[in-house]
Structure formats: C-alpha cells, structure tokens
C-alpha cells in the first residue's frame, strides 16, 4: 500500500491566520482525500483533489476556506483560511487505490486555534 | 448515497472477551466496508475490507468481520479481547461504482475499551 507522509504534524495557530499542510505520496495516485475529524467525532470528508482539476468539495465546504492544490499525481495541500478557534481538528489526507486497494491515511495534523 | 451506523459509541469488555462492535450500512449498490482503527494520538490503521469476495474477512491483530447482506451489517469480531485492543473503531463505506478510488464514508466511531 502507498505510504503517505503529512506535514506538519501539529501546530497551534492564531486565529485569523492561515495555515497549509502537505501530503506526499510514494506513488502516483489518481485521487486523494482530505477529511476533517473535530474533538470526539469521526472523520468528514473535505474534499477529494483530483490533479489536473479544481478539487469536488462536499456540502458545508468550500473552496475559499479550504483551498486545495493538487499540482502533480503525488502531491497535494490543504490550506485552512482565516482561522477560527473552530477549525481546532486532526486533518487527514487519504489516498484510495481503487476499493479493491484500500485506502490509506496519512497521520494526521492536530490543529489547535487560540 | 452510502452511509453507515454504529451502534453504541462505547463498549467496554473484560480482557479475554469477546468484542462485538456492530456497523449497519446502507447503500444502493453492493459496497466495499471497511473496519478501521484509532489508537490515541495516532492516524488510521486498516483493519480489514469486505471487497465482494468472501463473506467472512479476517483482518489483522485476530479481528474479523462478516459481511450478512440480508442484514446489512458488517460487524467487527475477536473472541478474546486484549488490554492493546483499547482504541477508536471505525466503520466506512465506499461506492465501488467509482472504483479508481471512491471516497469513504465514515461512521461515528465506537470507543472499545478493555477493562482488566
């Protein structure tokens, strides 16, 4: 299965500002997901960044707070806009081979907003 | 659309008992499941999927799942629970439709916890 490495691992952020987080892959990948888990609750999907195109985002989510590139087929960010002590979650990339595949997550950014 | 329900979003067990944690889906077509888990602080880990192969999936560190269309459930199994299964569990489903990788919808998760 492709190995994912997400950065950064953690980070505390002021509110108001912005902060990016990275997903590599050891592989080339047609899709990769983002998904948000808040304190106590399970994982949401983002968004799903397909390269070469704008990413598909799910109702409740939008491009101007989540904005995402996907410049190649093993590399995508997500960038949590104008920070509210709100967006304090664990932000999970993932990368699916298929179902037949399974799917694989990166380890996680904990985002704490003060 | 898919979706999947956990019931019960904590189980507590004796170290060396069973552990049932139960996951109904709903979907219009048959689907893909998967089990996995959530050590704290840390990412997650694949347990094992249901990928219309065998009904009966066995998964890593002794947990197994069977798949029961008639019932719509795919609930996770051990028989002997042990101190190291505390953790989150998670139930999800993708629509193998979009199969160069759909995405997964998750449910709400089931704390296991094993009490000596």
């Known amino acids: 299965s492709a190995v994912i490495s997400q950065k950064p691992s953690r980070d505390i952020c002021q509110r108001g500002t912005s902060l990016t987080i990275q997903c590599q892959v050891d592989s080339q990948v047609t899709m990769m997901f983002w998904y948000r888990q808040q304190p106590g609750q399970s994982l949401t999907l983002i968004a799903t960044?397909?390269?070469?195109?704008?990413?598909?985002?799910e109702s409740g989510f939008v491009i101007d707070k989540f904005p995402i590139s996907r410049p190649n087929l093993t590399f995508s960010t997500l960038t949590v806009s104008n920070m509210s002590p709100e967006d304090s979650s664990i932000y999970l990339c993932?990368?699916?081979?298929?179902?037949?595949?399974?799917?694989?997550f990166g380890s996680g950014t904990r985002l704490t907003v003060v | 659309a898919q979706s999947v329900t956990q019931l019960g979003s904590h189980v507590s067990v004796s170290e060396g008992a069973l552990v049932l944690l139960r996951c109904n889906y709903s979907s219009s077509v048959p689907p893909y499941l998967f089990w996995y888990v959530q050590y704290p602080n840390q990412g997650l880990q694949l347990l094992l999927k249901y990928t219309s192969a065998a009904t009966l999936v066995k998964g890593i560190n002794g947990f197994e799942a069977e798949f029961k269309k008639s019932e719509t459930s795919f609930h996770l199994t051990k028989p002997s629970a042990h101190m190291s299964d505390a953790a989150e569990y998670f139930c999800?489903?993708?629509?193998?439709?979009?199969?160069?990788?759909?995405?997964?919808?998750f449910g709400q998760g089931t704390e296991l916890s094993v009490k000596p």
């Open positions: 960044a397909n390269q070469g195109s704008e990413a598909t985002y």
């Open positions: 999800a489903v993708s629509d193998p439709i979009y199969n160069q990788g759909g995405k997964l919808i």
């Open positions: 993932s990368v699916g081979r298929g179902g037949l595949g399974g799917y694989t």
